[in-house]
């Protein structure tokens, strides 16, 4: 199967925040931080806490963000399919690859 990146704009997901590029322009000094700060524990092997979600206040939805609105890479199959079980290796691939998914 042969799977590839793409960039999507919008809030942090989960998973490796190095996958994450805040953006400067909307986003608090404190989130900028907070991610830096995310990024050097992820890259020494350590767990990254993410208070991201959704979180509800009665019958209002509101969205978290740990470290804002920004760029995140995805993997994707050539069918379109996002693959969950992906790498962050896999997502600093620039070029398409082939790989068996069971």
Not at 80 to 95: K, L, Q, W
């Amino acid at each position: 199967m042969k799977l590839h990146t793409e960039p999507i704009y919008g809030f942090y997901h989960g998973q490796d925040p190095r996958t994450f590029s805040p953006d400067a322009e909307s986003c608090t000094k404190e989130e900028r931080d907070a991610h830096r700060a995310a990024c050097e524990a992820a890259g020494r092997g350590e767990w990254v806490r993410d208070d991201s979600g959704c979180h509800y206040a009665g019958n209002i939805k509101l969205l978290k963000s740990s470290f804002g609105i920004g760029v995140y890479r995805v993997v994707m199959s050539e069918e379109g399919d996002f693959v969950r079980d992906a790498t962050y290796e896999d997502y600093c691939r620039e070029e398409e690859w082939e790989e068996a998914i069971t």
